[in-house]
């Protein structure tokens, strides 16, 4: 069984949060990201297990427009994203913030999920393992192997994730086994650690029985797909 996660990100208001609870038949395998506002949307219904889309590298107090690791764990969120690269790109998050996050979330219990991924230039430069490797040494070396342990990754390929309207074009699943096969080679050699890693970027009902085939592959971050609920039921179904 695959590693399901939503990243509802800022895609539904009020009324589609409710339209897509509703819709979905949800399982506690699988996990959802929706925005924080939604957050005890998802409690009270318990279909999902909860998770959420960032939470803030300080510990909370007088930090204005910040959610605490802290804060989150109240809200029985079980999984967090970190480093995902619209993040990255839109607010410029630094490799500290990275691994502040990452840390604070592993002192309340809760599991980080951080995102990497190459830029459509690095991809045709054929520099992805490059990429890829670096943004994960430049964190996980300033992380404790107990911290590490508790990690899961997410390679995302930055061209590979859709704008919300339109799917992008994907990996193939040789280059994703081989990207992923990578990935755990070098947090295996490196940390000693068993990491697990999801893909993510326009995973849908399209392409989602191929992708299955990829054995090395855990589990899926779905961003667009998440908020469709035939879409997503029909994911949630061929993982059963
Ligand atoms: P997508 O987004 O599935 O819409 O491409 C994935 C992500 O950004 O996590």
Redesign the pocket.
């Known amino acids: 069984m695959k590693i399901i996660i939503g990243?509802q990100?800022a895609y539904l208001d009020l009324e589609g949060t409710n339209k897509f609870i509703k819709e979905t038949k949800g399982n506690k395998e699988t996990i959802i990201c929706p925005s924080y506002p939604y957050i005890n949307l998802y409690n009270e219904n318990s279909k999902y297990t909860v998770g959420a889309q960032d939470v803030s590298p300080r510990d909370g107090g007088a930090t204005t427009g910040e959610l605490s690791a802290k804060q989150l764990a109240s809200l029985n969120v079980k999984y967090t994203i970190v480093g995902?690269?619209?993040r990255r790109e839109f607010f410029k998050e630094s490799r500290e913030d990275l691994i502040e996050k990452i840390k604070k979330l592993d002192e309340v219990g809760i599991i980080p999920v951080f995102?990497v991924g190459e830029n459509r230039a690095e991809k045709d430069e054929d520099i992805t393992k490059d990429v890829v490797g670096r943004e994960i040494l430049q964190v996980f070396d300033y992380l404790e192997r107990e911290t590490i342990q508790k990690i899961i990754i997410?390679y995302?390929p930055i061209w590979?994730?859709?704008d919300?309207k339109n799917?992008?074009r994907i990996p193939t699943n040789v280059e994703i086994a081989d990207v992923t096969a990578y990935i755990k080679d070098l947090v295996s050699e490196k940390y000693n650690v068993e990491v697990k890693v999801l893909y993510?970027?326009?995973?849908?009902s399209k392409n989602v029985d191929e992708l299955n085939t990829i054995s090395i592959c855990d589990g899926y971050?779905?961003?667009?797909?998440?908020v469709k609920p035939e879409e997503f039921n029909y994911i949630m179904e061929r993982n059963e």
């Open positions: 990243n990100k995902h690269s619209e995102c997410a995302e590979a994730i859709s919300g799917p992008a993510g970027g326009s995973v849908n971050l779905i961003g667009g797909a998440s």
